[in-house]
């Protein structure tokens, strides 16, 4: 992969957080970002790049909105914590958005950049922490 930049493999193994359609959205934001990575490091027009990441950042809001009603229908204890961490990803995103409207292909590279690490970590460890509370609620919602 051209410059460093890693890309996100869905594994079942290591990503799933026990709710399917949690899990097929991740592996969705997965490949929208595979796919911004490769844009920005080809020579692809810019429009097309601002059509990946608009999708993406719509994308993602509707995902993080979803999982959010999951936690609450399985009453996680730690909804409000974690929503706090999915309202920080979202501003940060959209300040990183509004400097890649200039077209700049850094300017890309620096939220594929920040969207990987995010991602990775963020269902590692945050959304592990909710997977004992879907499997309580398994078939119930
Ligand atoms: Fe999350």
Same mark, same amino acid.
């Given at each position: 992969m051209a410059?460093? #930049?890693e890309q996100l493999f869905w594994n079942e193994k290591k990503y799933s957080v026990g709710? +399917?359609?949690?899990d097929q959205q991740?592996?969705?934001?997965?490949g929208l970002i595979n796919q911004?990575?490769?844009a920005s490091s080809e020579m692809i027009d810019d429009e097309m790049i601002m059509a990946i990441l608009e999708e993406l950042l719509e994308y993602s809001q509707e995902h993080l909105r979803y999982e959010e009603e999951v936690m609450e229908k399985c009453n996680y204890a730690d909804?409000?914590?974690h929503k706090q961490?999915?309202?920080q990803y979202l501003e940060k995103v959209s300040a990183l958005s509004v400097s890649a409207m200039g077209a700049e292909k850094e300017a890309t590279k620096d939220i594929v950049t920040f969207l990987n690490k995010w991602w990775g970590q963020h269902i590692l460890a945050e +959304? #592990?922490?909710?997977r004992p509370a879907?499997?309580?609620m398994k078939g119930k919602i």
């Amino acid at each position: 992969m051209a410059d460093g #930049m890693e890309q996100l493999f869905w594994n079942e193994k290591k990503y799933s957080v026990g709710c +399917d359609t949690i899990d097929q959205q991740h592996k969705q934001i997965f490949g929208l970002i595979n796919q911004l990575s490769t844009a920005s490091s080809e020579m692809i027009d810019d429009e097309m790049i601002m059509a990946i990441l608009e999708e993406l950042l719509e994308y993602s809001q509707e995902h993080l909105r979803y999982e959010e009603e999951v936690m609450e229908k399985c009453n996680y204890a730690d909804l409000e914590n974690h929503k706090q961490q999915h309202w920080q990803y979202l501003e940060k995103v959209s300040a990183l958005s509004v400097s890649a409207m200039g077209a700049e292909k850094e300017a890309t590279k620096d939220i594929v950049t920040f969207l990987n690490k995010w991602w990775g970590q963020h269902i590692l460890a945050e +959304d #592990m922490k909710y997977r004992p509370a879907i499997e309580k609620m398994k078939g119930k919602i």
